[in-house]
């Protein structure tokens, strides 16, 4: 079975500043990997999300994440965050095929918090 | 399109009373799912569907039950509340073809407190 593991719980930063949330993930199969994003008292939205192809995929609001394969990693990465970034972000896993690939795994959430 | 919507967006309960989650989706998706949101568990999958008519177990299921009567709504029961229950509860479709890439869709969700 698969897992997802976000190494921080909580991630306090900057405006402005870089931030890296970190995201690993156990599988013995080919997955598709996802970012979501809860802003407070909402509901998940998809972030961006890796299928195949190029390790660097980008959302439309400045985020990007790479997988690497060998280290079983997508972290999600922004150059200058604004106070707006402030939410809690999930990173999931789901297998590209076979039993249980239409089911998400998440991780336990790593909430962002933008300093002024 | 409204998407996923969730009835009702809060609640309160006693122990022991029972309750009827009402999950919706416009968008003719076969797959449909409700999780629970724990502070520091992430989401937690409770039951699950993947056509009207079906259901099936998640990975939190004791203490619910769903039932998937039409495609467009997945009904999460509780048949006598408890505390425990007490949680955020996010429903969440899927197409269920294999272009959709497993991307899920999620509503707004329901507060529930169990006193």
């Known amino acids: 079975a698969q897992s997802v593991t976000q190494l921080d719980s909580q991630v306090p930063v900057f405006e402005e500043a870089p931030v890296e949330l970190r995201c690993n993930y156990s599988s013995s199969v080919s997955v598709y990997l996802f970012w979501y994003v809860q802003y407070p008292n909402q509901g998940l939205q998809l972030l961006?999300?890796?299928?195949?192809?190029?390790?660097?995929?980008?959302?439309?609001?400045?985020?990007?994440?790479?997988?690497?394969?060998?280290?079983?990693?997508?972290?999600?990465?922004?150059?200058?965050?604004?106070?707006?970034?402030?939410?809690?972000?999930?990173?999931?896993?789901?297998?590209?095929?076979?039993?249980?690939?239409?089911?998400?795994?998440?991780?336990?959430?790593?909430?962002?918090?933008v300093i002024p | 399109n409204a998407g996923v919507t969730q009835t009702p967006k809060f609640r309160v309960l006693k122990t022991g009373q029972s309750m009827t989650l009402l999950c919706a989706q416009d968008m003719n998706h076969e797959y449909m799912y409700w999780y629970r949101q724990d502070p520091g568990m992430g989401l937690r999958l409770i039951h699950y569907s993947v056509g009207e008519g079906t259901t099936a177990k998640g990975e939190v299921p004791d203490g619910y039950n769903v039932s998937r009567l039409k495609k467009q709504n997945f009904l999460l029961g509780l048949e006598s509340a408890a505390p425990s229950q007490t949680s955020v509860y996010f429903c969440a479709s899927f197409p269920g073809d294999a272009s959709s890439y497993n991307e899920q869709f999620f509503g707004p969700g329901t507060r529930l407190t169990v006193l």
């Open chain 1, 48 to 113: 961006l999300k890796y299928l195949s192809g190029s390790t660097l995929v980008e959302s439309i609001n400045g985020f990007e994440a790479e997988f690497n394969k060998s280290q079983t990693s997508f972290h999600l990465r922004k150059p200058s965050v604004h106070i707006s970034d402030t939410a809690e972000y999930f990173c999931a896993v789901s297998l590209e095929s076979g039993a249980g690939s239409y089911q998400l795994t998440f991780g336990k959430g790593t909430k962002l918090s």
